[in-house]
């Protein structure tokens, strides 16, 4: 090669994600190579950095001139579809790269491919680092919040990058280590799973204020802005508050309402949802959104439902709930509905976090997971901040409902909470986030649950044994003949 100054850094796989990235890190001042195998995106990439500006970024036609084009020990980040194409990625880089060089993967990669993929550059002498990037397209150019999981070794060679790349709050940069193995992918993917959830929440949110409340999209709108001005201030409820005000360019009102009603998917809510049932972690609300997923999937089916049943004699009266309706009231009792369901679905990831950790040994920090959620991401929260101080308050929390700052706002709003979801219930709208929301936190809180009545079914059916309250022991009862006895 001709004697260039070699790049700091080079990242593969330029889609938009990959664009914003590489600019990010070229603005922060490192010079980056970047590569693609479909070569016009290198182009477009160059084009890019001229004009957002003259950002030091070197583009590369070919596996090899990129790898070479990097300073030793390089890293290279690699942005492309997860699964097969990554393996095809690594394959074509690492045939040029030496050991103690690194392979860092940004993509939502299911966590047991980055394990493999841990050991295979083992076994090249290379370093690997699954990284979590979240923050989508705006994120990955101006600050996303950054999971990186795997080699601490390699971690520590790109400490100083990932530290000005990503977003920045008052407590520092949203990057840290996160753990071993693919610790970094599972926090990602649980961190989509709390997303989930609250996407969901935010949407039940808004069926009841514009279906009972009767509220229209300029109202919604500047409820959702006030919204973000105290307890809720996050991402989700400021870019809602947006979306309410946008007209439709094709006809009249706004485009919300235009939107078919069918929500799309990529697999990291499934991945969270499987994952609390190999951990025996409750996660009801993350559960009931993806569930509303798949239903909303099922659009002709509902449309057909919907004649069936009105056929069949149900009657579709959404007004005559709101008959009555103290608006003011609705508002505000929405508004501590979703605080609290919102906790609930919080808690139900970190314990996902904490059962992982604990099985993988990966001692994940809790209150870290959320501070590095404070900023980029797209669930960033004013309220992270405050379950930061929650773990570090008691870094062995059992669950944030118990936190005892957590625990005084739930019971504060429990009862604006029922209020809201039985509304719903009687106006027949489905409000399944809210309502998992509220039957974690009422099951939780209870000391005596009817399980034992389950426990005395599954002894007598399958002699599965039973434990008591007043003594030791495992024991069992034949049921059936003794209830006959009785009789």
């Not at 500047?222 to 991402?235: A, C, K, Q, V």
Request: proline share 3%.
């Amino acid at each position: 090669m001709e004697s260039v100054a070699l790049s700091r850094i080079g990242l593969a796989g330029l889609a938009v994600m990959g664009q914003n990235l590489a600019l990010n890190i070229a603005d922060k001042g490192f010079p980056i190579s970047v590569y693609n195998r479909t070569t016009s995106k290198v182009d477009e990439t160059l084009d890019r950095a001229a004009e957002e500006g003259k950002l030091p970024v070197a583009g590369q036609y070919s596996p090899r001139d990129f790898v070479l084009s990097i300073q030793k020990p390089r890293s290279v980040i690699i942005l492309v579809k997860a699964g097969a194409p990554v393996d095809q990625t690594i394959a074509a880089l690492s045939e040029y790269m030496e050991p103690g060089d690194c392979i860092i993967d940004g993509g939502n990669e299911w966590y047991q491919n980055t394990e493999r993929r841990i050991v295979e550059a083992e076994q090249k002498g290379l370093l690997y680092l699954g990284m979590g990037v979240s923050g989508g397209e705006e994120g990955a150019r101006n600050g996303p919040s950054l999971m990186p999981g795997g080699s601490l070794q390699a971690y520590n060679n790109i400490k100083d990058i990932l530290g000005k790349v990503a977003a920045q709050v008052e407590d520092g940069p949203c990057v840290t280590y996160i753990g071993e193995g693919g610790s970094g992918n599972f926090v990602k993917m649980v961190h989509n799973g709390i997303e989930y959830g609250d996407m969901q929440l935010i949407s039940e949110a808004y069926d009841v204020l514009k279906n009972v409340g009767g509220l229209s999209n300029d109202e919604l709108a500047e409820i959702f802005t006030e919204w973000n001005r105290g307890e809720l201030e996050s991402f989700l409820v400021e870019i809602t508050s947006d979306i309410f005000r946008v007209k439709d360019e094709f006809g009249d009102g706004e485009l919300v309402d235009k939107i078919l009603d069918k929500t799309g998917m990529k697999g990291t809510g499934k991945w969270t949802v499987q994952q609390a049932a190999e951990l025996s972690v409750a996660a009801p609300t993350i559960a009931a959104s993806l569930d509303c997923r798949y239903l909303s999937g099922l659009k002709d089916e509902r449309e057909n439902a919907a004649k069936v049943l009105q056929e069949a004699g149900l009657k579709e009266d959404l007004g005559s709930a709101s008959h009555g309706i103290d608006k003011k009231r609705l508002i505000d009792d929405v508004r501590q509905a979703l605080y609290a369901s919102k906790i609930c679905s919080y808690a139900q990831g970190m314990n996902l976090l904490r059962a992982k950790s604990l099985e993988k040994e990966w001692n994940l920090n809790l209150g870290e997971m959320a501070r590095i959620w404070k900023g980029g991401c797209i669930i960033r929260a004013v309220f992270l901040d405050r379950i930061k101080k929650a773990y570090q308050r008691n870094p062995n929390l059992a669950s944030l409902v118990v936190d005892p700052d957590f625990a005084k706002e739930m019971v504060q709003r429990q009862a604006a909470w029922r209020r809201v979801v039985g509304l719903a219930i009687s106006a027949g709208i489905s409000t399944p986030g809210m309502c998992a929301s509220l039957a974690y936190f009422d099951t939780y809180r209870r000391a005596r649950l009817p399980a034992n009545l389950v426990q005395a079914q599954r002894d007598l059916f399958g002699a599965h044994t039973y434990e008591r309250t007043d003594r030791p022991g495992a024991y069992h009862t034949e049921w059936t003949k003794l209830a006959r006895k009785s009789n």
